[in-house]
């Protein structure tokens, strides 16, 4: 009996949710919302200055930039969160998929925030890690 090969089928981005774990300013999440209609793209941050920056950059996005985009081009839910991603599970458990942008962070905060990771993300969910030498 022939076995039923499975058709890869095209990512329904409008079901997920992205998370950039160590967003800084919010430019990955204001690309990756312009780029993609995800369901939400959200930036989390721990340091208070770099979560403003990107609270007005994503305002700034969502007044000059998403009225430009086509209806359902965009990813619907923009935001930027201040918090502990090391001390919170709230971040792994909204997410589908996962940046982490860790060039700055310690092996323990690298440790902590990948266990967060395993213990929250949902079922299917796919962790990114970026880091490039300061040099």
Do not use: I
């Not at 967003?23 to 200055?49: D, I, K, N």
């Not at 962070?105 to 266990?115: D, F, I, P, Y």
């Amino acid at each position: 009996q022939p076995q039923k090969q499975l058709q890869p089928q095209p990512l329904q981005h409008t079901r997920f949710v992205l998370v950039d774990v160590g967003s800084g300013s919010g430019r990955a999440v204001a690309a990756a919302a312009t780029l993609r209609p995800w369901r939400a793209c959200m930036g989390w941050e721990v340091l208070a200055p770099l979560h403003r920056a990107a609270e007005l950059l994503l305002a700034e996005w969502e007044r000059e930039l998403r009225p430009l985009l086509p209806d359902g081009a965009a990813a619907a839910r923009v935001e930027a969160r201040l918090g502990d991603a090391s001390a919170d599970t709230a971040w792994a458990a909204a997410a589908d998929v996962v940046l982490l942008h860790w060039t700055t962070w310690g092996e323990r905060l690298r440790s902590a925030v990948g266990a967060r990771a395993r213990a929250g993300l949902r079922e299917g969910g796919v962790v990114g890690a970026v880091s490039a030498p300061l040099v």
